[in-house]
């Protein structure tokens, strides 16, 4: 007996939109499965991101390997947990929705440029600029979550608005 036994997941989704996921991928899971599946895959995949920042010495020092692996494996562990609640189609037509697009293509390409980086000799503090890419990770990835809470893209950009105000 678990602490997710007593919960009633499947009621979240419309039953529709709940047998088509379930017959799809790993279709032997019940939603309330899913659920933890993804829940676990995101809380392993944020403490191997949040490891990254102990790595920032070694990162300083010319080793790039264990902040990279770290920040970027983590990520991706993270945003895999959602394909076991929508599966990959679906994650990835989401992704890719008019509303998330430019968030998803700023996150995937600094995923990408960041493992380059790590891995391909370049003149200059490299440090800076793996450090920069991480951190357009997360914007990205932050960016691309509030899309799925109305109206919370509006809020935080009025937040920023007002941080950076005109001075006044």
């Given at each position: 007996?678990?602490?997710?036994?007593?919960?009633?997941?499947?009621?979240?989704?419309?039953?529709?939109?709940?047998?088509?996921?379930?017959?799809?991928?790993?279709?032997?899971?019940?939603?309330?499965?899913?659920?933890?599946?993804?829940?676990?895959?995101?809380?392993?995949?944020?403490?191997?991101?949040?490891?990254?920042?102990?790595?920032?010495?070694?990162?300083?020092?010319?080793?790039?390997?264990?902040?990279?692996?770290?920040?970027?494996?983590?990520?991706?562990?993270?945003?895999?947990?959602?394909?076991?609640?929508s599966?990959?189609?679906?994650?990835?037509?989401?992704?890719?929705?008019?509303?998330?697009?430019?968030?998803?293509?700023?996150?995937?390409?600094?995923?990408v440029?960041?493992?380059?980086?790590?891995?391909?000799?370049?003149?200059?503090?490299?440090?800076?600029?793996?450090?920069?890419?991480?951190?357009?990770?997360?914007?990205?990835?932050?960016?691309?979550?509030?899309?799925?809470?109305?109206?919370?893209?509006?809020?935080?950009?009025?937040?920023?608005?007002?941080?950076?105000?005109?001075?006044?």
């Open positions: 007996l678990t602490m997710f036994d007593s919960l009633d997941l499947n009621n979240l989704l419309p039953s529709q939109q709940q047998e088509e996921e379930e017959e799809g991928w790993l279709p032997s899971l019940s939603f309330q499965d899913r659920v933890i599946g993804c829940l676990a895959c995101m809380v392993v995949g944020y403490i191997l991101s949040f490891g990254s920042f102990f790595r920032v010495k070694d990162l300083i020092l010319g080793n790039a390997v264990p902040f990279v692996v770290n920040g970027t494996l983590g990520n991706i562990v993270a945003l895999c947990g959602s394909c076991f609640v599966g990959p189609k679906n994650q990835v037509k989401k992704m890719f929705h008019e509303t998330r697009k430019w968030s998803t293509v700023a996150y995937l390409t600094s995923l440029l960041t493992i380059v980086v790590a891995f391909t000799p370049i003149p200059g503090p490299k440090w800076l600029l793996l450090i920069l890419l991480l951190l357009v990770q997360y914007c990205a990835i932050a960016w691309y979550c509030l899309s799925y809470i109305p109206f919370a893209r509006q809020t935080v950009s009025n937040m920023c608005w007002r941080l950076v105000g005109d001075g006044d």
